[in-house]
């Protein structure tokens, strides 16, 4: 049981250029979410889903893409990247609404 | 919407020493407040959880007690170890609330061996 994969670890990318991180749980979660760390501050929710093909906007959705085809998946795309999205990403499922967490690794993103 | 400040931002103690960590929430209404431990390179981990039907919880040497009058909760550690070095996140929610998690902006505890 691997839970929560985020893929990849670390990235570096120009402004202006898309990608996609990816996370998937072996869980058989209904829900999962995308957050995002900045220095001194709480994890923010940019988007989440409640089941395959239902996704719903969070906190901080400006300038990111998600989709959730499969249980298992659920990408998070970023169109055309800005400096301001350089953070730490991190996907979380859960198996009820409202219940314990489980968290990925991380993925660390720069952008320049 | 719900805010919630967490103190001290980083906090320093001898081993074997008590650490305590203090949030306070904004919105009356929460009504979960759950304790998150980040190890370095990690993602967070649930370590307590506490729900406003109760002042006090506790789990060997971490406890966590709330305040719904005043509107803070604080975690305790007891008999700190090398190994609870990490950061420490609390937050608040509508037990009802699904997603709408508002996070502290974290603590992070050092333990001196």
Redesign the interface.
Known sequence: NAG?TQTPKFQVLKTGQSMTLQCAQDMNHE?M?WYRQDP??????IH?S?GAGITDQ?EVPNGYNVSRSTTEDFPLRLLSAAPSQTSVY?C?SSRE??G??Y????TRLTVT | GEN?E?HP?TLSVQEGDSAVIKCTYSDSASN?F?WYKQEL??????IIDIRSNVGEKKDQRIAVTLNKTAKHFSLHITETQPEDSAVY?C?A?L????????????TRLFVKA
């Open positions: 929560v829900y979410s001194g501050m709480g994890l923010r929710l989440y409640v969070g991190f979380a609404l409202g314990e967490q968290f990925g690794p991380g | 919630v967490q931002s979960y759950p390179g990690k993602g967070p981990q649930l996140f937050a929610r037990d009802t609330g699904g997603f709408k998690t508002i996070f502290g902006a974290g």
